[in-house]
């Protein structure tokens, strides 16, 4: 049940982050150069926007690579809180919430996935799994979830574990 939770919460931090960087990349993503600059700040560091709100978010929901891809949206949260909200940290808007809590909420769901970095279920499994049959060496995925598989992968070692005494 708690992988389950893990794939939830990479879904919905991923999935919906991904919205944003798909309507970046439609509408164009200008503005955070502007923003860069006026910061004092390469306006080359605007094209880590498609990287952190389309590619990372399409990493953490197929699970490959999800912690750097967690650290890069994490990076990203920050970069934009410092970008726009930064001259007004604790202003709160009509309805009595901080002005940016979403970009709060993606930040601290990204470094709660960080945090969980031991993922079970993942795309890389399935090519762990393989590397465990045809090439008959031991999985890089948790042992929980690949029981049968270190099971048939100790059959072909030929490992004999030791019986207990008793």
Known sequence: MENCGKLLLRSAIGGLMLFHGIYKLTHGFDVIGDMLEKNHLPRGLMWCVPVGEVVAPILLIIGWKALPAAAL???????????????????????????????????????????????????????????????????????????????????????KRPKPNG
């Not at 809180?81 to 993606?106: A, P, W």
């Not at 990204?110 to 090519?127: E, G, H, P, T, Y």
Request: glycine content about 2%; some cysteine.
């Open 73 to 159: 949206i994490a990076f990203t949260m920050i970069m934009s809180i410092y970008l726009v909200f930064r001259e007004h940290l604790f202003k709160l808007n009509d309805f009595g919430s901080l002005d940016y809590e979403i970009n709060l909420l993606y930040l601290f769901g990204s470094l709660a996935i960080c945090k969980n970095q031991s993922f079970i279920w993942r795309l890389d499994f399935f090519f762990s799994l393989q590397q465990a049959f045809l090439l008959r060496v031991k999985p890089s995925c948790n042992t929980r979830s690949l029981k049968f598989a270190f099971h048939y992968w100790r059959h072909l070692q030929k490992i």
